[in-house]
């Protein structure tokens, strides 16, 4: 053995005492961790020549222990981004949503919500773009908010953007019986055992590593993007054709039952409110495509990143959403039997989707089912997705102390796992789906997160009006700054922000027409938690005015890469100029 073994395990015990007096406040008058006198002649374990050769030393444990700095680690690659921001739109709310999109609205209203619904996309992620290119590593919801709008704001939007994905869980989770229920028409696998089963696995998956998760996120969206793609060309070529029933349909079913549904009247107004009602559906099918934002200090190079991975998801989110809805629309009408007794029945599974039927209506046998286990693969991704989203929204929250401090307490490769686990328990209210029908509960809570989503994609351009005019109002060039600059604004920012306020307080008309409670209360609930959320922290703090635009923080934070790089260039300098 080491004779100096008992040295460096006495320096060890020592230090932790040390440690836990200070954190224990103990000396109360000190404010960094004290040190101790070691004196090794004095130890009982030591030999004697040892003794004489060590010299007695102060022993701080600050320097002598490692301790969790309690931060998230760049473990995720580009290409991960790259296809979590594209594979959170290409979800359950696309595969399964749309059927009853189909139903209500009709082919051209259906494409036409989702269409509207992609252009405030599209403007959402500019804004965000553009923030995240301003502040770089630091560049998450949370700091967005709290930084141009105020920490009110920042509050409520923490807790209802996390609380909306946590509510999102369980409805993938249920899905994801309803999709088994598809094969599985007796019930031989209890639905208690699925949901014990898919919240253990993307547990798993989100508490190893962030490099993990990625990896898995990046295979399973590859798999969907193989669905929607394999999909598209078999309509193209089943339309024209080329099926075992050697029937084409062509525009068959945008002229019979027509381009639109009446909904709730037979008035030409009807069609109207079909599209609107559609909005919901769309904007569950289209959220999670912001996740990029939430990766700014797990991967490299994030200021220099942002913008062209959202850029580049712009384009493939409304190629692949709109491209194949409307590929869908040429294969099954609004008033196909299976379409309308699926979605009267509440089935919620892959009977419900338009995907699936279009193959059936197609006289394949084989292809219902490999359509259907795709859809059970991206409800799992989006599952995962679910607890990514919200335990770094509430890590970030952390900062301006929004959340419990437990919640940032990360592993050794930078996973935030208490968060993550907490997150992961939303999980087991799919139980609900035990005493209660599935397809009401999907609808229940995909009204809930939708809403919630919509109030976060306004703070997000909210919050870039406000940075927007805050260099205005500073005296500040915006095309002098050294980050990439969004098109159309504030003009953008001001339309998206505009349709989703209106949407959010209009999208629960249905409970009006009859009136029915229950509907009533799953349209608003959401709209009512965020403004108690955001006048009680005002009542709270006693602080009820915005940041002024001339208080507005615009200082421009550099990265670590940045930092690194300007070191290595200040030292080069001087190597040269001396």
Same mark, same amino acid.
């Given at each position: 053995?080491?004779?100096?073994?008992w040295?460096?395990?006495?320096?060890?015990?020592?230090?932790?005492?040390?440690?836990?007096?200070?954190?224990l406040?103990?000396?109360?008058?000190?404010?960094?961790?004290?040190?101790?006198?070691?004196r090794?002649?004095?130890?009982?374990?030591l030999?004697?020549?040892v003794?004489?050769?060590?010299?007695?030393?102060?022993?701080?444990?600050?320097?002598?222990?490692?301790?969790?700095d309690?931060k998230?680690?760049?473990h995720?690659?580009?290409?991960?981004?790259?296809?979590? =921001?594209?594979?959170?739109?290409l979800?359950?709310?696309?595969?399964?949503?749309s059927?009853?999109?189909?139903?209500i609205?009709?082919? !051209?209203g259906?494409l036409?919500?989702?269409? &509207?619904?992609?252009?405030?996309?599209?403007? /959402?992620l500019?804004?965000?773009? $553009?923030? #995240?290119s301003?502040?770089?590593?630091?560049?998450?919801?949370?700091?967005?908010?709290?930084?141009?709008?105020?920490?009110?704001?920042?509050?409520?939007?923490?807790? #209802?953007?996390?609380?909306?994905y946590?509510?999102?869980?369980?409805?993938?989770?249920?899905?994801i019986?309803?999709?088994i229920?598809?094969?599985d028409?007796?019930?031989?696998?209890?639905?208690? %055992?699925?949901?014990?089963?898919?919240?253990?696995?993307?547990?798993?998956?989100?508490?190893?590593?962030?490099?993990?998760y990625?990896?898995?996120?990046?295979?399973?969206t590859m798999?969907k993007?193989?669905? &929607?793609?394999g999909s598209?060309?078999?309509?193209?070529?089943?339309?024209?054709?080329?099926?075992?029933?050697?029937?084409? /349909?062509?525009?068959?079913?945008?002229?019979?039952?027509?381009?639109?549904?009446?909904?709730?009247?037979?008035?030409?107004?009807?069609?109207?409110?079909?599209?609107?009602?559609?909005?919901?559906? %769309?904007?569950?099918g289209?959220?999670?495509?912001?996740?990029?934002?939430?990766?700014?200090? @797990?991967?490299?190079?994030f200021?220099?990143? =942002?913008?062209s991975?959202?850029?580049s998801?712009?384009?493939?989110?409304?190629?692949?959403? !709109?491209?194949?809805?409307?590929?869908? /629309?040429?294969?099954?009408a609004?008033?196909?039997?299976?379409?309308?007794?699926?979605?009267?029945?509440?089935?919620g599974?892959?009977?419900?989707?338009?995907?699936?039927?279009?193959?059936?209506?197609?006289?394949?046998?084989v292809?219902?089912?490999?359509?259907?286990?795709?859809i059970?693969i991206? =409800?799992?991704?989006?599952?995962?997705?679910?607890i990514?989203?919200?335990?770094?929204?509430?890590?970030?929250?952390?900062?301006?102390?929004? #959340?419990?401090?437990?919640?940032?307490?990360?592993?050794?490769?930078?996973?935030?796992?208490y968060?993550? &686990? #907490?997150?992961?328990?939303?999980?087991?209210?799919?139980?609900?789906?035990?005493n209660?029908?599935a @397809?009401?509960?999907?609808?229940?809570?995909?009204?809930?997160?939708?809403?919630?989503?919509?109030?976060?994609? /306004?703070?997000i351009?909210?919050?870039?009006?406000?940075?927007?005019?805050?260099?205005?109002?500073?005296?500040?060039?915006r095309?002098?700054?050294?980050?990439?600059k969004?098109?159309?604004?504030?003009?953008?920012?001001?339309?998206? =922000?505009?349709?989703?306020?209106?949407?959010?307080?209009?999208?629960?008309?249905?409970a009006?027409?009859?009136?029915?409670?229950?509907?009533?209360?799953?349209?608003?609930?959401?709209?009512?938690?965020?403004?108690?959320?955001?006048?009680?922290?005002?009542?709270?703090?006693?602080?009820?005015?915005?940041?002024?635009? $001339?208080?507005?923080?615009?200082?421009?934070?550099m990265?670590?890469?940045?930092l690194?790089?300007?070191?290595k260039?200040?030292?080069?300098?001087?190597?040269?100029?001396?």
């Amino acid at each position: 053995m080491d004779v100096y073994f008992w040295s460096r395990l006495e320096l060890k015990l020592l230090s932790n005492l040390v440690h836990i007096s200070a954190r224990l406040g103990y000396p109360k008058d000190r404010q960094q961790p004290p040190k101790i006198r070691y004196r090794p002649k004095n130890s009982p374990f030591l030999m004697p020549e040892v003794k004489e050769k060590l010299p007695e030393v102060d022993v701080d444990a600050a320097s002598v222990l490692s301790f969790p700095d309690h931060k998230l680690k760049k473990h995720l690659k580009p290409r991960h981004v790259n296809f979590l =921001a594209l594979g959170g739109s290409l979800g359950v709310g696309l595969l399964i949503g749309s059927g009853g999109s189909l139903a209500i609205a009709g082919p !051209v209203g259906m494409l036409l919500s989702y269409m &509207i619904m992609g252009l405030i996309t599209m403007c /959402t992620l500019f804004s965000l773009a $553009e923030m #995240c290119s301003f502040l770089g590593s630091e560049g998450n919801f949370v700091e967005m908010v709290s930084r141009f709008v105020d920490k009110s704001a920042g509050f409520a939007y923490t807790w #209802c953007y996390a609380l909306g994905y946590n509510l999102t869980l369980p409805s993938e989770i249920s899905s994801i019986c309803l999709l088994i229920g598809y094969w599985d028409t007796e019930k031989k696998l209890p639905d208690y %055992a699925i949901v014990l089963i898919f919240t253990f696995f993307v547990l798993m998956v989100n508490i190893v590593d962030v490099g993990a998760y990625g990896e898995v996120e990046f295979w399973i969206t590859m798999v969907k993007i193989l669905l &929607i793609v394999g999909s598209m060309i078999f309509c193209l070529v089943a339309t024209c054709g080329g099926n075992p029933l050697h029937k084409t /349909t062509g525009f068959q079913y945008w002229r019979d039952p027509g381009p639109f549904v009446h909904y709730l009247t037979d008035k030409p107004i009807g069609k109207f409110l079909g599209v609107w009602r559609v909005f919901i559906n %769309a904007g569950f099918g289209f959220q999670g495509t912001e996740v990029v934002a939430l990766t700014n200090s @797990e991967v490299p190079n994030f200021r220099k990143l =942002a913008p062209s991975l959202m850029k580049s998801v712009i384009v493939r989110i409304i190629t692949f959403n !709109v491209g194949s809805l409307f590929m869908v /629309t040429l294969m099954v009408a609004s008033n196909d039997d299976k379409l309308l007794s699926a979605v009267n029945a509440g089935a919620g599974n892959g009977a419900e989707s338009p995907f699936v039927i279009a193959v059936e209506n197609a006289g394949v046998k084989v292809l219902p089912s490999i359509v259907n286990g795709g859809i059970l693969i991206a =409800a799992m991704s989006a599952a995962n997705t679910q607890i990514y989203i919200p335990s770094r929204t509430y890590f970030f929250g952390q900062k301006y102390g929004y #959340c419990p401090k437990f919640l940032t307490i990360t592993n050794r490769n930078g996973v935030p796992y208490y968060s993550v &686990i #907490c997150n992961a328990a939303f999980g087991l209210l799919a139980l609900l789906t035990l005493n209660n029908t599935a @397809e009401q509960v999907f609808n229940w809570l995909m009204n809930l997160t939708t809403v919630f989503g919509f109030i976060g994609w /306004t703070l997000i351009n909210y919050a870039f009006l406000r940075y927007y005019y805050a260099l205005k109002k500073q005296g500040l060039e915006r095309d002098e700054l050294p980050i990439y600059k969004s098109p159309l604004q504030p003009y953008s920012a001001i339309f998206a =922000a505009s349709i989703l306020v209106l949407i959010t307080f209009t999208q629960g008309f249905t409970a009006f027409i009859p009136w029915d409670t229950q509907n009533f209360f799953a349209a608003y609930i959401s709209l009512v938690i965020f403004v108690v959320f955001w006048i009680g922290y005002k009542c709270c703090t006693r602080n009820f005015k915005q940041i002024p635009l $001339e208080d507005i923080d615009l200082s421009y934070p550099m990265d670590e890469e940045e930092l690194e790089y300007h070191s290595k260039a200040a030292k080069y300098m001087d190597k040269v100029f001396g």
